[in-house]
C-alpha cells in the first residue's frame, strides 16, 4: 500500500527523497526555482490538487500540499489532467517531452527550464520512488 498521491504526505516524501539523492543534488546544485504543480481534474479524478515544493541547490527545503496555486509564490507552476501526473509518476512520459507537447503545461521561464533536463528527470525519479497510490476517488475532506 502506497501513500495517496492526494495528501501532503506524498509531496513531503518527494522531497525527502530529492533531500536524499546525490543524483539530484549534483544535477541542480545551480538551480533555483520553487514549483507548484497543478493536477487538474478528469475522467478518472475529480478534485483539483495543488503541490508546492521548494528547490534550492540540490536540495529540497520545504513542500506541501496546498489549498490553492496563489497559497505560495513559485518561480514556476506546471499543470496537467490527473492522469497526465500519473504517467510521469509511473514514468510512462518523460517531463521535457510532456512539456514540449503540451500536455504538461509550464508558466515561467521554460529556456532556465530546458537547461537542467537531468534535474527535471531526476525529480520524476524521486517521484517514482514513493510508492504512490492513485486510488479510484478523491478523498473526502
Known amino acids: 500500500m502506497g501513500i495517496r498521491f492526494d495528501t501532503d504526505e506524498w509531496i513531503k516524501a518527494v522531497s525527502r527523497q530529492l ?22 481534474p478528469d475522467e478518472t479524478y475529480a ?26 509564490k513559485a518561480e514556476y507552476k506546471v ?30 521561464n521554460l529556456a532556465k527550464v530546458m537547461r537542467y533536463p537531468k534535474a527535471a528527470k531526476e525529480i520524476v525519479a524521486a517521484c517514482s520512488r514513493v510508492p504512490t497510490d492513485f486510488g479510484d476517488q478523491p478523498q473526502q475532506g
Do not use: C
Open 19 to 40: 533531500n536524499e539523492s546525490k543524483d539530484y543534488e549534483a544535477s541542480a546544485k545551480d538551480w533555483e526555482g520553487d514549483f507548484i504543480f497543478v493536477a487538474e
Open 79 to 108: 499543470r496537467a489532467t490527473f492522469s497526465t501526473w500519473r504517467k510521469v509518476i509511473e514514468g510512462k512520459l518523460d517531463p521535457i517531452q510532456g512539456m514540449m507537447t503540451k500536455k504538461l503545461k509550464l508558466e515561467g
Open 47 to 72: 478534485r483539483r490538487l495543488f503541490f508546492f515544493i521548494s528547490l534550492f541547490h540540490g536540495k529540497s527545503p520545504d513542500a506541501a500540499m496546498i489549498a490553492s496555486e496563489d497559497e505560495r
